[in-house]
């Protein structure tokens, strides 16, 4: 008989194996549904719903903890087990908290600001519409005249740089030797012909010919220092 009611009260009993795999509630709870005791600090803190519990450690503040903790600690087990098992409650748990109102102004300020300032951007709209129309009108009319003229300038300069070249000095020099002594010769035959008077010739033949060596002479001065 003793064997008997042995082997009942072991069937009675549940195996380890049948238990819940994951419990929402803590040992001290579980273990005593009916008791009204208060739940200790390092049970009821950080009590998470599976779905809800974060894949790694978060980082929380010694002051922070203290405070949730305070909270929690002043709640009574049903509440607790309310708080586990109902998700409004436990979000309004935790919109409760100082941390999470801190974050939530926060990011409504944030939004505030994004709205606004997009607000501001969208009144700037038709100016940088504007600003863009009178940048093209710039770009297609004065800045192609301000190209036109810039183009107009390099040409002249280079016409000056070509004309103040040593080259092109000698090739001037030589072109008015060359003229000076033609006009010598016309002038030397019109005397021959009687065409000019003697003392007409003297003084322009002088003149042309006084010409004639101040350029021969710059033109061998220039070409000495060219090497």
């Known amino acids: 008989m003793s064997d008997c009611r042995g082997s009942q009260e072991q069937q009675a009993q549940p195996h380890p ?31 998470q719903r599976p779905t809800d519990r974060p894949q790694s450690p978060s980082h929380v503040s010694p002051s ?10 002043d709640k009574s087990v049903d509440e607790l087990r309310r708080l586990l098992s109902d998700k409004d409650a436990y979000h309004q748990f935790l919109l409760s908290l100082d941390q999470v109102k801190i974050q939530n102004n926060i990011r409504d300020e944030l939004r505030k600001e994004t709205l606004q300032l997009a607000r501001e951007n969208l009144d700037k709209e038709p100016q940088i519409m504007e600003l863009r129309n009178q940048c093209r009108i710039i770009r297609t009319t004065e800045l192609a005249a301000a190209h036109e003229k810039l183009n107009e300038l390099d040409k002249q300069k280079e016409e000056i740089l070509r004309s103040c070249s040593l080259v092109s000095l000698l090739q001037r020099l030589q072109e008015g030797m060359n003229k000076t ?32 060596h101040r350029r021969a002479l710059i033109h061998l001065a220039a070409k000495t220092s060219a090497g």
């Open 17 to 47: 194996q049948d238990a819940p795999s994951q419990s929402w509630y803590p040992p001290s709870v579980a273990s005593s549904p009916n008791s009204s005791r208060p739940v200790t600090p390092s049970s009821s803190y950080g009590l």
């Open 181 to 212: 002594e033609e006009e010598s010769e016309t002038l030397h035959r019109q005397l021959l012909d009687r065409e000019i008077e003697l003392a007409a010739f003297i003084q322009k033949y002088k003149k042309l010919r006084t010409t004639y």
């Open 64 to 73: 922070e903890a203290a405070g949730v903790i305070a909270l929690l600690k």
